[in-house]
């Protein structure tokens, strides 16, 4: 079997046992954004806090925020964890969206996406999982996001090296599936959640884990 059929095989088989994800939870595309900056380091249920005091100000979006003072956007912000840089990294950001679309954030959809990729990831704070999270989920852009978690999996399946490198890992998926954005969404979200539920660091559960008859 080819690695890409495989790879449609493991997508397949984790949408039939866990069901659809719907992710990213976020009302907005910059409320998507926002979320994709926080939830760097942390948990997302200290997101969603972080979330939720921007909310109920009503601060959720990109000209109120970018017109907050700096410390207390660090301290609504503060749930998430290293508030002070996530602040500073929202404000680059919002720098960027202001330069770029006027803040009015669908405009960004017609651009190219290696283009944009690239002056996303030259905004300080905003790596390459950040910068993906928001071109896939925020702005619907075919953009395949990777972490931890799609490393480990893959490895143990033997599909990738160990010390595999972010973009290298995000070739293999892209070199091998569609460009699709309803694929690569659901993807994501179902390997961060079989991560999550049985493919820990020191102990994977693999009995029970519907990738477990691919090993
Ligand atoms: S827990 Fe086992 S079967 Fe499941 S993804 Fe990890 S290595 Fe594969």
């Given at each position: ?13 984790l949408?039939?046992?866990l ?14 954004c ?20 921007l ?33 500073r ?37 905003i ?10 989920y925020?702005?619907e ?12 999996i ?13 973009h ?48």
């Amino acid at each position: 079997m080819s690695s890409s059929t495989l790879l449609m095989h493991f997508y397949e088989t984790l949408l039939a046992s866990l069901g659809p994800s719907q992710w990213w939870p976020g009302e907005t595309p910059f409320e998507i954004c926002v979320g994709a900056v926080l939830t760097q380091n942390t948990n997302w249920s200290n997101v969603q806090k972080a979330i939720n005091n921007l909310k109920s100000r009503d601060l959720l979006h990109p000209e109120k925020m970018a017109s907050l003072d700096d410390e207390l956007l660090a301290e609504l912000i503060r749930p998430s964890g290293y508030f002070r840089i996530k602040a500073r990294r929202l404000k680059n950001l919002l720098e960027f969206l202001r330069l770029e679309c006027a803040y009015h954030l669908p405009d960004l959809s017609s651009q190219d996406l290696q283009q944009l990729r690239d002056k996303l990831l030259q905004v300080k704070g905003i790596g390459p999982e950040t910068a993906d999270s928001i071109l896939l989920y925020a702005l619907e852009k075919p953009s395949f996001v990777v972490d931890a978690y799609t490393s480990r999996i893959l490895n143990r399946h033997l599909l990738v090296h160990e010390d595999i490198d972010y973009h290298e890992l995000r070739d293999f998926f892209m070199d091998r599936l569609p460009r699709d954005v309803a694929l690569y969404n659901e993807y994501h979200a179902l390997l961060v959640r079989t991560g999550k539920k049985w493919c820990n660091k020191n102990n994977p559960r693999c009995d029970g884990c519907p990738l477990g008859s691919y090993l």
